[in-house]
């Protein structure tokens, strides 16, 4: 057939969309059994963190992301608060199904509790007498989606404008959830992922199915228990009037009247029509109309560290465009028929000769299947959309029940029964979401140190929105407090004088040497022919040539060990590239160590160490070079917590010093430095030292950030031997923009939680 509704309009129009997903998952202990604890206190006020809180239970966590405007994002997120979550339950994971795990008797399963809101903890007791406390722990994925305004316009654009936007838009997601109800039993069979539960559920459905190995129940067939009489369902069958908003909202009432539900939140619809704003009522439904549609029909897929797939959701797109697309034919009965055809896909999904009813005719869920999603194929091929691979891979499955994921999940369960097999995948993806720790995804475009204070805020329930990503500047929220910080650590504590101070190294040593804090003494120059004018009096004497004013190590030459007159000038030049002054400093003796201070509080120390290779006997310094940048957890601009090794011209001269080239060849096992400075920035190593410094450099250290009035400070000091406190020592600079990164994820070493420090200060927590 031929699709008019999104005729003349271009590929980004029709795609046009919003998706919001809500996630649940169940804590479980090391052996599968649920939870007792309370929801983690660092999550906050379950009530008020808009991320992570609870459900039903509080062993039930709920993960909720932003809306976003396409798939990836959506689903990068939600993958990357599974991360945050994980990685915070010490002993315990998250259950990776959406059939619950080793369940206590109902009366002991620990109900959410929400502080002054005794209304909401009567409802859930209300819901345990009524359905059991087992069938409120089943979780599932919710999608909450709407169409992009632009693309709503475009379509009504079309038309004759005989009736108002805002009718033609309730019309809109009326049509398509009329006919997601109709054929959403597709859904239940490409993505179903329930087809076993442990011998602990609910007794009346575990006596109806066999036992297919250790403790694991199913009758072999069914693909979604989540969707089946054994989920989680209204105890009566409830049809609603579809045709109108008010009328749909009547019929409810309706229902509610006679005591079937207690309220609308009570209707558990494969489709819920949603209104704007908190909360959900029947009165804001028809007060605002809808404005969006929450899609409750997915099972959590236990393949997958998030719960849901990309391809999934796209998959779930593109068949509700084709929901809005396709024609209605009249039939009365189509409502009943929806409830029977999802229910029997439910239990016996498995046998592709299932026969289903379609308006009122006998047909087989393959032959069905395969209807729509050449429908599917034939849109996607009209709309020139990019689909076509990934509808193949679903027709796949209507020829092929082996290939679902209920088919593989009761293969696994048969093979290792039903604790273990979940279990190991629960314990793989926490493996996972420690070596994605520093991501937030999908913002991982940003610098690393704002992403991490990112994810301490959602972790927190801070609510944020992103300003300017390009610059990193962010706006976190908590009640009334607003905060506004530019790459993690320029907040609204630190005067602008203070930058400024911290910008000009001179002056910085200048305050610092009136507070009796040690400096190395030097010179200034403002211009390269006034400096080679002083050389004579530098050849051969331990040296610091660098930039006035600039960060991150550009342009730095240390001569530890004095240098030639040619040396030194190439060491002016790259200086004099950086900034138009510089400063020349005796070089002080020891190890450099970065010192985070935030507050009237050292919160972590580095040491740094320069960038390095260790040799092989048969590769280059170059070629080292390029092997270490390999490693994962580093990359350039502060995206990760390592840089790359770059060669350049500091580098070059570092190693004439010593007599090498980048062509050298190294001999096994000897460690090379190609930098004298020591910044992570320039691919440094660091190694968090915070418990092996003695209190008194600590306290230097917060002095000097003070003395300048900084709240948030990067001092870098010399110190002769870090495990004497009376060890001579030199501030050599104060940052005013520190990575926090680089202590959040040392190369060696305990990992510190600056960002937390941060958010104190600021006073969000």
């Not at 909720?64 to 405007?69: A, E, I, S």
């Amino acid at each position: 057939m031929r699709y008019s509704l999104f005729s003349n309009l271009s590929n980004k129009q029709i795609l046009d969309a919003n998706f919001g997903i809500e996630r649940e998952g169940l804590r479980v202990t090391s052996n599968g059994i649920l939870s007792l604890t309370p929801h983690p206190e660092v999550f906050g006020d379950k009530k008020e963190n808009p991320y992570i809180t609870t459900d039903f239970s509080e062993s039930q966590l709920e993960f909720v992301t932003p809306v976003f405007h396409n798939t990836g994002d959506a689903i990068d997120f939600l993958d990357s608060l599974y991360n945050m979550a994980a990685l915070e339950l010490e002993n315990e994971y998250i259950w990776p199904q959406s059939m619950p795990a080793v369940t206590p008797e109902d009366q002991d399963i620990p109900i959410a509790t929400f502080s002054n809101l005794g209304k909401d903890a009567r409802y859930r007791e209300y819901l345990e007498q009524k359905y059991g406390g087992k069938k409120q722990l089943i979780s599932g994925i919710h999608i909450n989606f709407s169409l992009g305004e632009k693309l709503i316009d475009a379509l009504y654009s079309k038309t004759k404008k005989q009736i108002s936007l805002h009718d033609f838009k309730q019309e809109l997601y009326l049509k398509l959830t009329r006919n997601y109800l109709r054929y959403h039993w597709l859904l239940v069979y490409l993505l179903g992922a329930t087809n076993t539960i442990h011998k602990t559920y609910e007794q009346q459905c575990v006596e109806t199915l066999q036992e297919i190995s250790a403790e694991t129940y199913s009758n072999e067939k069914a693909v979604s228990y989540r969707n089946s009489i054994c989920g989680y369902q209204n105890k009566e069958f409830i049809t609603l009037d579809y045709s109108s908003i008010d009328k749909y909202v009547n019929s409810i009432n309706s229902y509610i009247h006679k005591g079937v539900l207690e309220d609308i939140r009570e209707l558990y619809s494969q489709i819920r029509l949603k209104s704007k704003g908190t909360p959900y009522s029947a009165e804001n439904l028809l007060n605002n109309g809808i404005e969006y549609l929450e899609i409750r029909t997915i099972d959590i897929n236990p393949f997958v560290k998030s719960g849901l797939s990309v391809e999934d959701l796209n998959f779930i797109h593109l068949f509700l465009l084709y929901c809005l697309e396709k024609d209605e034919l009249i039939y009365d009965n189509w409502q009943l028929e929806s409830e029977q055809n999802s229910k029997k896909v439910s239990i016996e999904g498995q046998n592709l000769q299932l026969t289903l009813l379609q308006n009122g005719s006998a047909i087989s869920l393959q032959n069905w299947g395969i209807e729509i999603i050449h429908d599917l194929l034939e849109m996607n091929q009209q709309y020139g959309l990019p689909f076509y691979n990934l509808l193949k891979e679903k027709e796949e499955l209507l020829t092929n029940y082996q290939k679902t994921y209920s088919y593989r999940l009761a293969s696994l369960c048969k093979e290792k029964g039903f604790i273990k097999a979940h279990l190991e995948l629960a314990k793989k993806y926490k493996k996972e979401a420690f070596s994605e720790r520093f991501k937030l995804k999908p913002y991982t475009d940003m610098e690393l140190s704002t992403q991490i204070l990112l994810k301490e805020s959602i972790k927190r329930g801070i609510h944020f929105h992103i300003l300017d990503r390009k610059e990193n500047f962010i706006e976190l929220t908590k009640g009334k407090n607003t905060q506004y910080i530019k790459q993690a650590t320029k907040t609204s504590k630190d005067q602008y004088v203070t930058v400024l101070i911290m910008e000009n190294k001179s002056v910085t040593k200048q305050i610092l040497k009136r507070n009796n804090i040690v400096v190395p003494e030097g010179e200034e120059f403002f211009d390269i022919f006034s400096a080679k004018e002083s050389l004579d009096s530098w050849i051969g004497v331990p040296l610091v040539v660098k930039p006035k004013s600039t960060n991150f190590g550009l342009g730095i030459s240390i001569f530890p060990n004095g240098a030639n007159e040619e040396d030194l000038i190439k060491g002016l030049e790259i200086a004099f590239s950086e900034d138009s002054a510089i400063l020349t400093e005796p070089f002080i003796k020891g190890k450099e160590y970065r010192f985070m201070v935030i507050g009237d509080e050292t919160v972590a120390v580095l040491h740094r160490v320069p960038a390095n290779v260790t040799g092989d006997g048969t590769s280059t310094i170059q070629q080292l070079i390029i092997e270490k940048n390999v490693d994962p957890l580093r990359g350039k601009g502060y995206k990760t917590p390592l840089e790359k090794i770059e060669i350049d011209e500091n580098m070059k001269l570092f190693l004439q010093q010593k007599g090498l080239t980048i062509n050298t060849v190294l001999p096994k096992g000897e460690c090379q430095y190609l930098r004298e400075n020591s910044n992570i920035s320039t691919g440094g190593d660091s190694i968090d030292v915070t418990d092996q410094v003695p209190e008194v450099f600590k306290e230097i250290a917060v002095e000097a950030s003070q003395a300048v009035g900084a709240k948030i400070c990067g001092v870098d000091m010399m110190i002769e031997d870090l495990e004497d406190e009376h060890s001579p020592y030199a501030i050599i600079e104060l940052n005013f923009n520190p990575a926090i990164h680089i202590h959040s994820y040392p190369y060696q070493g305990t990992e510190r939680n600056v960002a937390t420090k941060i958010l104190e200060l600021v006073e969000l927590i």
